[in-house]
């Protein structure tokens, strides 16, 4: 099974773009989807008490604007807008939310839960994305044998829109021990 490709948010360039540790040495591609998220409190397994990992908090949903080597651009999608109800839509519209994947994508809502208040904990206050937070790719966009081979300096699969690993020059400080 693939695993996602993992990175860190690595700057802050403003409140819409962020860099993130990871490029196309990794897999990364142009309009992945990128989850920020925080970590906080170890979660225990009720059963065996075993330690279930640390307990995610999403920050935001990013889209790839742009990949370089080891690193790439994020921006957070523009809010959408209120939803018309008396049918009519203006064609740009459409064609933006198909092309970011949310056409016909309903607004979040949760159904609460009945749930025993002792055991909840409760959210953490909201904290703003940092330097440092992780980020995971969503979907089927993961780091497979291509982008294994890639990050190990080797050269992506045939067919593939990934760019060529350069190759260091004889002599060059990457060659010696």
């Keep these: 099974m693939d695993r996602p490709i993992e990175a860190r948010v690595a700057a802050i360039i403003d409140d819409t773009t962020l860099v993130l540790n990871a490029g196309f040495r990794q897999g990364v591609r142009e309009g992945m989807m990128f989850v920020i998220f925080g970590e906080h409190a170890e979660i225990a397994d009720p059963v065996t008490g075993a330690s279930l990992?640390?307990?995610?908090?999403?920050?935001?949903?990013?889209?790839?604007?742009?990949?370089q080597e080891n690193m790439c651009?994020?921006?957070?999608?523009?809010?959408?807008?209120?939803?018309v109800t008396d049918g009519s839509r203006p064609l740009s519209a459409v064609m933006v939310e198909h092309s970011l994947g949310i056409y016909g994508a309903q607004p979040e809502?949760?159904?609460?839960?009945?749930?025993?208040?002792?055991?909840?904990?409760?959210r953490p206050r909201a904290q703003p994305i940092a330097v440092g937070d992780g980020a995971r790719a969503l979907g089927p966009q993961t780091a497979g044998p291509a982008a294994a081979g890639a990050a190990a300096g080797g050269q992506a699969a045939a067919g593939t829109n990934a760019m060529p690993t350069p190759t260091p020059a004889a002599g060059d400080a990457s060659d010696r021990p």
Excluded at 53 to 65: L, N, S
Excluded at 109 to 122: I, N, S, T
């Design 109 to 122: 809502q949760w159904q609460r839960l009945e749930v025993r208040a002792a055991d909840m904990r409760g």
């Design 73 to 83: 651009t994020v921006r957070a999608p523009a809010p959408r807008p209120k939803e």
């Design 53 to 67: 990992g640390k307990w995610e908090c999403v920050k935001a949903r990013v889209t790839v604007t742009h990949v």
